[in-house]
């Protein structure tokens, strides 16, 4: 099937693309960041693991995106369909679900950073994507993205819903928070086993620092929430929405001077920023 231009935006040259650089990666793909030289900035891009030669997948990927527009949601500005020079160079889910749109599993590489530092989902349609590639013959790289994937996940029967992404924004949180992976070192068929069986990340870190840490302890709530095994306990995705702005609210006052600093970080440690299908955010 060749590619549909006028759905799919504008077609990515290589000739168009220097300067790669690994930016991170999952089970599913690698991102890559890349200057364009004639937009004449940065674009971050994304080449999936496994392409079975169909674009088909990859432009209702990017109808969705489309579908799914809004300050919480990256921006594609087209496809690119390619290689990297060489091997080895180198708010919100609410908006989603509200469009009845299966969301992207909420794990760190599907939650990409602007210039600002605001989030911006990315990686929407790839629980079906896995979905299809763990039930063939296809091998993945599970770790990283297994980690947040919800107990009804690993059933034959399973088919990806909004509770299952609410089950991974928990996770989600729980990274935010602590700064780590929610399960070190993890070997995938210990996962499998232990996460069906009522596992989770451990909240003993954050108890001990939710004294004097104003809406902690609600967040702490929220997370265990979302992450419940049974799916019909988990709250919807406003509910989320309304726990979150709330707790935006306390914190709102310190948030400029937090990003003001962390930006600065930025610049002045000229970071290589954090894992085939389409051109995305310019910065």
């Not at 088909?56 to 949601?73: D, N």
């Not at 928070?177 to 870190?205: A, F």
Request: net charge positive; proline share 7%.
């Amino acid at each position: 099937m060749a590619l549909n231009i006028s759905e799919a935006s504008q077609l990515v040259e290589e000739s168009a693309l220097h300067n790669w650089t690994v930016v991170g990666g999952g089970g599913f793909g690698q991102i890559f960041r890349a200057r364009h030289h004639q937009w004449c900035c940065d674009v971050a891009i994304k080449l999936l693991h496994h392409d079975d030669g169909s674009s088909s997948a990859l432009l209702r990927e990017v109808s969705i995106m489309r579908q799914g527009s809004s300050p919480y949601v990256i921006h594609v500005h087209g496809l690119f369909r390619g290689r990297p020079p060489c091997p080895g160079t180198c708010s919100d889910t609410n908006v989603v679900q509200a469009r009845n749109r299966t969301p992207p599993w909420a794990l760190p590489n599907n939650v990409l950073l602007d210039s600002s530092l605001n989030a911006k989902l990315t990686d929407f349609g790839l629980a079906r994507f896995y979905h299809t590639i763990t039930h063939s013959s296809k091998k993945v790289e599970e770790e990283g993205t297994i980690s947040y994937m919800p107990p009804e996940a690993f059933s034959l029967s399973y088919h990806p819903s909004k509770a299952s992404d609410i089950y991974s924004y928990g996770i989600l949180l729980w990274s935010i928070v602590t700064g780590q992976h929610p399960y070190p070192n993890p070997m995938p068929s210990l996962i499998r086993i232990h996460v069906p069986k009522g596992q989770r990340p451990s909240l003993e870190e954050i108890r001990e620092q939710a004294a004097g840490r104003t809406g902690l302890v609600t967040l702490m709530e929220l997370m265990t929430r979302c992450w419940a095994g049974d799916a019909s306990r988990r709250p919807s995705s406003l509910q989320c929405t309304y726990v979150s702005e709330e707790l935006y609210k306390m914190h709102k006052h310190a948030v400029p001077d937090a990003v003001h600093q962390v930006l600065k970080t930025l610049v002045r440690s000229k970071p290589r920023y954090k894992n085939s299908y389409a051109i995305t955010e310019r910065s």
